[in-house]
């Protein structure tokens, strides 16, 4: 059983969005022939929900300015512009993402007391969204991570996948992930990696569901 987990492919982090990611928006083509040909028989997506006054927002502290580091729940917290917030169209995923094809959607960062990177629980580790429960009722055997952003929420919930579900195999697609700083990206790939998540690109995931539909083509069967 195989799961497409995209994550956060949303206006927000996308160019004109309240905290575009650099290139965000060019995932969405590669995500849109992942779900259509990558042959999975689960799709799911996670979407960043957050309410107006979220402590994340450089907003809620008097002082601070956005990408400064200041604390949320005693902890360090990196200052974000306001983003995603729920109902407005920078929290809508990006127009000419194909969502027909979702199975599931994953909202986070609802609770304004803590962040929450990860689509599996929140940054404190405290509370779970149910993402993990959902995946095991699904029995699926691989994950395969893309989305925005490389070197936060895609790697938090690349990193909880390996923990949470450790009889997954859990892959990361590169070229279908953007994130904030060449060097936060290459940071968060290592440790991706360590974790023993494993890399890959979109042709690998097209390659391999085009080889399934031809053994199962010429079995005899019809292919999926």
Known sequence: MKCLLLVDIQNGFCSGGNLAVPGGEEVVEIANQLTAEGGYDLIVASQDWHPADHGSFASQHPGSAPFEVGTLGGKPQMMWPDHCMQGTVDAEFHPDLDTSGFD?????????????????????????????????KQKIDRLDIAGLATDY???????????????????????????????????????????????????????????EVRTVTSAGRSSK
């Open 104 to 136: 599931h959607i994953q909202r986070k960062g609802m609770n304004v007391a803590v962040d929450s990177y990860s689509a599996f629980r929140d940054n404190d580790h405290m509370a779970l969204t149910g993402l993990s429960d959902f995946l095991a």
């Open 153 to 211: 929420c895609v790697k938090f919930s690349a990193l909880d996948a390996r923990e949470m579900l450790p009889d997954v195999k859990v892959r990361f697609i590169e070229d279908a992930s953007r994130g904030i700083t060449p060097d936060g990206v290459k940071q968060a790939i290592d440790e991706m990696v360590r974790a023993g998540v494993v890399v890959v690109n979109s042709a690998d995931v097209l390659a391999e569901a085009d080889g």
